[in-house]
């Protein structure tokens, strides 16, 4: 059995090295890294978030459905966010403040996945002395596949 790929939990490890207000710019693509999907992961993060449904559990019962096996949740680009980009990443700064987000999913995640994500900041601007980004984010699976695509807003430190 494939063991999940371990997160680091401590957001404030290596804060030093992520880009701050100045260094984000709109358009240039974020560095980001292939992410492989295992079911222990998806499991996990099932758990951790109180979802018991068993399209994400029970392979015999997914087979039974349109999706003919297991999926991962829509939620899952939550964790496939910071999965898929580096520790100096901006969007993992301690003290960002989620300004709201729309998704749009195309297609479920499945175990065994390799999903790859391309972001970037669309626009920056201070509104009442915050510091604001917009940016998008989409993500495909190994086939090329959208699996979802997002916008938002964040808020972040200054």
Known sequence: MAQAQAFET???KDA???KVWDDIVPG???KTMPYLLTKEAIQLYCRSVGEDNPLYFDEAYAKTTPFKGLIAPPSIHILLMFACTPTDDWMRSPGT???GQSWSYNIPARPG????????????FIKRERLFVVHDNVFFNQHGQ???SGRGQTIRPA
């Open 113 to 124: 996945d390799t999903i790859t994500l391309q972001a970037r900041a669309l626009d920056k």
């Open 16 to 18: 030093n090295l992520r």
């Open 97 to 99: 403040v989620n300004a």
């Open 146 to 148: 959208v699996i979802c």
């Open 28 to 30: 240039e693509p974020r």
């Open 10 to 12: 401590d957001f404030w």
